[in-house]
């Protein structure tokens, strides 16, 4: 099955909103790292993690290693966060130096 | 921030011929990894690279891909004879020589196998 699995699959917000999105994981994940995919294609590295919460501008995350789940909260969305956000676990089950990705959430953010 | 950079940005090849993408990986990092990304899926691991060596590969990882990082150059990934389910994103990324470092991801390569 899925070592970690994203959900929503997909997401559409007015601007101006907030949102959660999250992980579980069926690992026993020691690391996290968020990502958004633009509609270029490009990957954006959002937030390293260790268990604990970081906060950049609008966004926030949190990682709870004993529950197995990571969160991303979008706070205001603004029309540039649409695309699609990872989430990428690494810890035991997940193999040395490796980050298993979840399926993604697609966002899109309407005006 | 440090970047990971790949070259090219796109590439179409004809199926059965060999291709090379190029990953100039972040400089102080030692750890390397290829994903593949086909149009609207997950990243799915292929390898990651230490020291010269393959440490580990995924079932998607198959007998016509190699990769190396000949002195220090390119880490780069070739695939011989390339198939049109090789048609995908592929993404170099680099990390730190310590356990649970975070990656850096380069913006992929487009690769179309026609």
């Known amino acids: 099955g899925d070592k970690v699995k994203q959900s929503p699959s997909a997401l559409s917000l007015q601007e101006g909103t907030n949102s959660a999105l999250r992980c579980n994981f069926s690992i026993a994940a020691t690391t996290v790292q968020w990502f958004l995919q633009n509609p270029r294609g490009s990957l954006i590295n959002l937030f390293y993690?260790?268990?604990g919460t970081k906060e950049n501008g609008r966004l926030k995350s949190a990682f709870d290693s004993k529950e197995s789940y990571s969160t991303l909260h979008i706070r205001d969305a603004q029309l540039e966060d649409s695309g699609t956000y990872f989430c990428?676990?690494?810890?035991?089950?997940?193999?040395?130096?490796?980050?298993?990705f979840g399926a993604g959430t697609r966002l899109k953010v309407i005006a | 921030g440090p970047k990971v950079l790949q070259i090219p940005s796109h590439q179409i090849i004809d199926m059965g011929q060999m291709v090379t993408l190029n990953c100039d990986p972040v400089s102080n990092h030692l750890y390397f990894y290829w994903y593949k990304q086909i149009l609207g899926q997950q990243m799915e691991f292929l390898v990651n690279?230490?020291?010269?060596?393959?440490?580990?590969k995924s079932k998607l990882f198959k007998d016509q891909f190699s990769v190396e990082r000949p002195d220090g150059s390119y880490f780069t990934l070739k695939i011989q004879p390339t198939a049109l389910e090789d048609s995908a994103v592929y993404f170099c990324a680099s990390s730190l020589p310590a356990k649970n470092s975070d990656y850096t991801f380069g913006s992929g390569t487009r690769l179309l196998v026609i």
């Open positions: 690279f230490y020291n010269g060596k393959v440490m580990e």
């Open positions: 993690l260790v268990p």
């Open positions: 990428a676990a690494e810890g035991r089950g997940t193999g040395n130096y490796k980050y298993v």
